[in-house]
């Protein structure tokens, strides 16, 4: 039998190659809000939450005017950001949205509700909740029962005033 991972181990930062960072750093600083916390030249950028050291990285060190991969390739399928509940979750919807930034997709997972976009890269973005642990849908057998149902984003929105 293997060992899992312990179970306090997350997902500390994301570093993503972009094209022009100050246009990323309005972007992740300016729409998503996350603080910038240094900046190096115009090569790299960090930026977080809560005073943290980094959770977005950025730098243009080998990508500077580059255009996004093609369609159909491999590589980052998206970055999730979890936030602390719906109303702030419905907060940075709106933001995004008033930024004219368009959504990809919304779903309610059941155990978790998330918003699809893409940043100015053309990355991948999930902004999203999770439902409490003990709301999570379960099989018969106690297993996860996620699912993919229409996310209410009117709704969601209503609930950031």
């Known amino acids: ?37 240094q900046k190096y030249a115009s090569g790299a950028a960090f930026l977080s939450a809560g005073g943290y050291h980094h959770h977005i990285g950025l730098n243009t060190w080998e990508s500077r005017g580059a255009t996004p991969p093609p369609p159909g390739h491999t590589g980052l399928y998206h970055t999730a950001f ?48 999770d439902r409490p642990q003990e709301d999570w849908p379960r099989d018969a057998d106690g297993g996860l029962k996620m699912s993919n149902a229409p996310l209410d984003v009117p709704a969601l929105i209503a609930e950031a005033a």
């Not at 995004?96 to 973005?125: K, T």
């Open 1 to 37: 039998m293997t060992k899992s991972v312990h179970p306090a181990t997350r997902i500390g930062h994301v570093h993503l190659r972009v094209a022009d960072l100050d246009r990323s750093i309005a972007f992740y600083g300016g729409v998503l809000r996350f603080e910038l916390q």
């Open 82 to 129: 979890l936030y602390p509940d719906r109303a702030s979750l419905g907060d940075a919807v709106r933001r995004v949205l008033a930024a004219g930034i368009p959504l990809d997709g919304a779903a309610d997972h059941g155990v978790s509700e998330a918003v699809y976009l893409r940043d100015p890269d053309g990355n991948g973005v999930e902004l999203y909740r």
